[in-house]
């Protein structure tokens, strides 16, 4: 059974803040990595891939991933209120196979 | 980035009927689609995978006479939803796969379709 875990939250962290989200996955074979944020009563919107570990920035967002510890983690630097929502983290084993989804970890930016 | 989108956004129907849903993307072709199922405050549920011109494979635990899957050309999928129940209620949201031009695992979602079953 493939399984991505994270922390369902709710994770709060002041306006400004750095707010991390994390992810672990069992199947040691996955090859790529997503984070999607998912507003409440909307579909998911890809923010992230990574498919090489170390760290990959776009803008105010830092994807890392280390497989040797199957964790992959999301940074959210100078969080704004715009950015709370339900981050999901999803694996996928080999090119065009379904993304397995985490449960999302819901984030709360406090104003 | 890839568009994809759903038609309807939302529908309310009688306990009983036949739903179609359309999953279309705009401004490209897909090898791949995917549908899934989310209820509220829970993750997305994979249904089924489709490749266009070939049978659709659905998950475990997923009826493939009651949600039926045809993926007629490398743009559209459809899945309805035949003698709706109450129970089908849920947000039902495609995603379009194997994109030329870019890896193939990056998958794109549609905004969603909200089915409301009497």
């Known amino acids: 059974q493939k399984e991505v875990e994270q922390n369902s939250g709710p994770l709060s962290v002041p306006e400004g803040a750095i707010a991390s989200l994390n992810c672990t996955y069992s199947?040691?074979?996955?090859?790529?990595f997503f984070w999607y944020r998912q507003y409440s009563g909307k579909s998911p919107e890809l923010i992230m891939s990574?498919?090489?570990?170390g760290d990959k920035e776009d803008g105010r967002f830092t994807a890392q991933l280390n497989k040797a510890s199957q964790y992959v983690s999301l940074l959210i630097r100078d969080s704004q209120p715009s950015d709370s929502a339900t981050y999901l983290c999803?694996?996928?084993?080999?090119?065009?196979?379904?993304?397995?989804f985490g449960k999302g970890t819901r984030l709360s930016v406090i104003a | 980035g890839a568009v994809v989108s759903q038609h309807p956004s939302w529908v309310i129907c009688k306990s009983g009927t036949s739903v179609k849903i359309e999953c279309r993307s705009l401004?490209?072709?897909?090898?791949?689609m995917f549908w899934y199922r989310q209820f509220p405050k829970q993750s997305l549920m994979l249904m089924a995978t489709?490749?266009?011109?070939?049978?659709?494979?659905?998950e475990q635990g997923v009826e493939k006479d009651k949600f039926l899957i045809n993926h007629a050309s490398l743009t559209l999928s459809t899945l309805t939803v035949t003698s709706a129940h109450p129970e089908d209620s849920s947000f039902y949201i495609c995603?379009?796969?194997?994109?030329?031009?870019?890896?193939?695992?990056?998958?794109?979602f549609g905004p969603g379709t909200r089915l409301t079953v009497l």
């Open positions: 999803a694996v996928i084993a080999s090119g065009n196979t379904p993304l397995v």
């Open positions: 401004d490209f072709q897909a090898t791949t």
């Open positions: 489709s490749n266009e011109g070939s049978k659709a494979t659905y």
């Open positions: 199947d040691r074979g996955s090859q790529s």
């Open positions: 995603s379009a796969g194997g994109i030329r031009g870019e890896s193939t695992d990056t998958q794109y």
């Open positions: 990574i498919y090489s570990n």
